[in-house]
C-alpha cells in the first residue's frame, strides 16, 4: 500500500472555483417549500367583513462565501484536487460517483475529512481504487486544504 501526503495550492485555488459555481447553484436547490395556512379555528361572524393578508413566506437565505465549508463542499473540493491530480496523470482513471453513505465527517476544528475515490485506469495487483483522503477547512468561498493523503485500496 502506497501513501503520500501533500499539499496542492493550485488545484485547491481550481476547486474554489467549482466550489463558486455550485455555492451559486446551491441556492436553487435548497429552496424551502411555502409555509401552509390553516384556517382559524374560532368562529367567524358572517356578517362582519374582514379581509386578512397572509404574511409573505420568507426568501431562504442564500449561502455566504463567509460561512463555513460545509460536508458537501468538502468532498467536491477533495475530489476536484483528485481530478487534477490523479485524473489528469493518468488516462482511463475517472472519480467515483458521492456516496451517501460515506458522508464527510466533521473535525473538532470545523473542517472536515472527505474521501473521493477514483477507478484505476489499468488493473493492478491488490488495489481496486486510488482514495485521496483530505481534509478541508475553511469557507464556502475560500476554502482550504489542510492535509491530503493518497491510498491504493
Not at 481504487?129 to 478541508?136: H, N, R, W
Request: hydrophobic letters at 35%; glycine letters at 6%; a negative charge.
Amino acid at each position: 500500500m502506497k501513501t503520500h501526503t501533500s499539499t496542492s495550492r493550485q488545484a485547491l485555488a481550481a476547486s474554489t472555483v467549482v466550489l463558486a459555481v455550485l455555492g451559486a447553484l446551491s441556492g436553487c436547490a435548497g429552496s424551502r417549500p411555502a409555509a401552509s395556512h390553516e384556517a382559524s379555528a374560532s368562529a367567524i361572524d358572517a356578517s362582519t367583513s374582514t379581509s386578512t393578508t397572509p404574511a409573505p413566506t420568507p426568501t431562504p437565505a442564500t449561502p455566504s462565501p463567509d460561512d463555513p465549508i460545509d460536508a458537501l463542499t468538502a468532498w467536491h473540493a477533495c475530489a476536484v484536487l483528485g481530478l487534477e491530480n490523479y485524473v489528469a496523470q493518468n488516462p482511463g482513471a475517472a472519480l467515483h460517483p458521492y456516496d451517501a453513505s460515506v458522508p464527510p465527517t466533521k473535525n473538532p476544528d470545523g473542517s472536515f475529512q472527505a474521501i473521493a475515490s477514483f477507478s484505476l485506469p489499468q488493473p493492478v495487483e491488490g488495489a481496486k481504487s486510488i482514495v485521496y483522503i483530505c481534509t478541508i477547512g475553511g469557507t464556502l468561498g475560500n476554502p482550504t486544504l489542510l492535509n491530503v493523503t493518497t491510498k491504493d485500496v
